[in-house]
């Protein structure tokens, strides 16, 4: 039996308890447990993101509701996870916020290569109208958006040379997620897209197969991908929102003040799980430039040559563009 479906049944196994738990009658005197699944190992600042969540579920709760946290993969990985949010086999989950344009095409524009300036930009956006906008739309898919975790950003790196301007990348071959968006941003800086599972990035890299990749401070250092691909260009080409979602099959079934109980606890994680992920970039980057990375830092100036370069990759998103407009003058 494989994996997925392992975990597909564990998950039917006990879904039938929360909804007992929670139909028929919306009072406040129910004992109720629901399941979060988290693909990142327990020690990731997502995942401890997850857990301050649920401790303020259920302290706020006086013990009556507890939210179990599934990290590491166990009820399965993200699409997975989504797809048994979405008919309630699973309560919540923790995932990035692109598998789910499936459902909310919009999405598309919060993860567009070098659509926010900085951090600090990014959080003025979801923190804004604009991510409350999209944290609604999520209801179209049976979520409920409830609040947004730090992605921190993404650069390049690699096993062959040092990458001081968008010119050194030509004809590199950089893995990338499967993501069609992913593949047209590597063709447009003119390098070689090499769509592959992650797991295998660490192996192509040490083999030759691949020259590079492309990823956040933490996933450099845990991934152990540094070993093999020694130079890094912070670039900060992509800030992916993570994103905490609900089943609303199970959401709909809670008495309005344990709407607002979960809704507000998931807003109140945000803090900690940021200064958990600005912490373990610190502890990342000081690890990996011990080990002999050679790290390089783009100013502003050479950065935008690399934005410059994504001008066909927006035209392809065009029917966004005035929403990347309000996110680009947002202050």
């Not at 344009?101 to 070098?114: D, G, H, N, R, S």
């Not at 994103?243 to 998931?266: E, H």
């Amino acid at each position: 039996m494989g994996k997925r479906l392992l975990a597909t049944v564990l998950v039917l196994s006990v879904a039938a308890a929360v909804f007992s738990g929670c139909s028929g009658n919306k009072g406040d005197d129910k004992q109720i447990v629901l399941r979060l699944a988290e693909t990142h190992p327990a020690d990731y600042p997502t995942t401890k993101g997850d857990m301050e969540f649920a401790r303020l579920v259920e302290e706020r709760s006086n013990g009556r509701i507890k939210v179990e946290v599934y990290h590491s993969k166990q009820l399965g990985e993200e699409k997975a996870a989504i797809e048994q949010v979405q008919f309630g086999a699973i309560d919540l989950t923790r995932v990035s916020i692109a598998p789910l344009t499936e459902f909310v095409k919009e999405l598309i524009a919060l993860q567009l290569p070098y659509v926010y300036r900085n951090g600090d930009h990014m959080w003025k956006v979801l923190e804004g109208p604009i991510g409350e906008d999209m944290l609604k739309k999520v209801e179209a898919g049976k979520f409920v958006g409830l609040c947004y975790y730090d992605p921190g950003s993404r650069s390049f790196y690699n096993s062959k040379k040092e990458v001081k301007s968008v010119d050194d990348l030509k004809g590199m071959k950089i893995r990338v997620m499967e993501s069609k968006m992913m593949i047209d941003m590597i063709n447009a800086l003119g390098a070689s897209p090499t769509p592959m599972p992650y797991g295998e990035v660490y192996s192509a890299i040490q083999t030759g197969v691949i020259d590079g990749a492309e990823n956040n401070w933490p996933s450099y250092d845990s991934s152990s991908h540094f070993e093999v691909a020694k130079y890094y260009t912070t670039d900060g080409h992509l800030r992916v929102p993570e994103i905490l979602i609900m089943s609303k099959l199970v959401f709909d079934k809670l008495s309005s003040k344990d709407q607002k109980l979960i809704r507000q606890a998931a807003k109140d994680s945000v803090a900690v799980q940021k200064k958990l992920w600005a912490d373990k970039e610190k502890e990342s980057e000081a690890k990996v430039v011990a080990a002999g990375s050679k790290i390089t830092r783009l100013d502003d100036a050479e950065i935008a040559k690399f934005q410059a370069k994504m001008e066909p990759l927006y035209k392809q998103y065009a029917e966004f563009a005035d929403l990347m407009e309000k996110i680009k003058n947002t202050k």
